[in-house]
């Protein structure tokens, strides 16, 4: 057995790990080497063993990882979804879709700020965080309140926000626990941290092993089972109010392509990197995954796994306890 480079779980401190998947590899940006998953028997948390200096991370991030040119003549904010669609698409996989009109809000990773629009137009007071210094364009633009760097509760009110959201972060953490502590320190009491982040103890990871689209090695460091995220949040001084499974229908179908062109290592795939080819025998089995999206098949798929407890993707609000 090969001991990680990190020998307790950043979840739970326990002492008992092991490894769970060995050799995973960037399969989607062609990132160099080969990593090993490890696994917490307490908590059942799931762990990328590797530890990045400050450069290899702006390298990774810099590098591989698809910035894309953002036009801000296109930038539009995140619209509001009637009830039949935003059931229909799973909308609230995403967890600003959970936060109600008139709040103080704080989204934590908020990308390219579609929802700081989404918020300020539901009469929110909004504030974000973003590493991508491209945020700062549309913050000047449309002159919204945004820390670029990490997020850091020294850079925030204290005892503030009504509502704290990290969608599709807190894998990306090297320490889950204490961003989630930075998070609940920037709260009211009372307030409540919503978190987005893949179910690594889905049906489809299970099933698919090194296959499983979010893995998404190395760029997630954390891979969360309900358990070990509630174990998470209670380190960090938090209680779980609700948990819930629910996948976006396009994650199936992204599924499915990267199956498809699921490359060597070292090399980006066609799927998730533009200008490169797709491997010429495959060009009819991706149209064929095409029509049956348009026919709305992950749409079922989805739901099905979802109502089973085995969807791709866990939501959960975490209520800031004490003072
Ligand atoms: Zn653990």
Avoid at 28 to 54: E, I, K, N, T, W
């Amino acid at each position: 057995m090969s001991e990680p480079r990190r020998s307790r779980c950043p979840v739970c401190g326990s002492a008992g790990v092991g490894p769970s998947l060995t050799g995973l590899y960037d399969d989607r940006y062609g990132y160099p080497g080969r990593f090993d998953l490890f696994a917490c028997a307490a908590c059942g948390h799931q762990f990328l063993d590797a530890v990045f200096s400050a450069e290899e991370l702006q390298q990774l991030y810099t590098n591989f990882y698809p910035r894309a040119e953002r036009q801000l003549e296109q930038w539009q904010p995140h619209r509001e979804l009637g009830a039949i669609r935003l059931w229909l698409g799973r909308g609230r996989n995403a967890v600003f879709r959970w936060v109600p009109r008139g709040v103080k809000v704080l989204d934590v990773g908020c990308g390219f700020g579609e929802s700081l629009g989404y918020h300020r137009a539901r009469g929110c007071e909004v504030w974000g965080v973003e590493t991508d210094e491209n945020i700062r364009r549309v913050a000047g633009r449309f002159d919204f309140k945004v820390h670029v760097g990490v997020f850091r509760a020294a850079d925030f009110p204290r005892d503030y926000f009504d509502f704290v959201t990290l969608d599709q972060v807190i894998e990306h953490a090297a320490d889950p626990v204490t961003l989630l502590r930075d998070a609940a320190a920037v709260l009211r009491p009372g307030g409540t941290v919503l978190v987005s982040t893949p179910n690594a103890r889905s049906l489809m990871a299970r099933a698919l092993g090194p296959r499983w689209a979010h893995w998404h090695t190395p760029y997630h460091l954390q891979l969360f089972s309900r358990q070990s995220l509630a174990a998470a949040a209670q380190a960090a001084g938090l209680r779980v109010r609700w948990c819930r499974i629910l996948t976006s229908p396009q994650w199936y179908h992204f599924q499915w392509l990267h199956l498809l062109s699921r490359p060597a290592p070292g090399v980006p795939s066609a799927f998730w990197t533009t200008g490169r080819a797709w491997p010429r025998t495959r060009w009819l089995a991706r149209k064929f995954f095409s029509g049956l999206n348009r026919l709305g098949f992950n749409h079922a798929v989805s739901f099905v796994f979802d109502h089973l407890g085995q969807g791709d993707n866990l939501v959960m609000a975490l209520e800031r306890t004490h003072g």
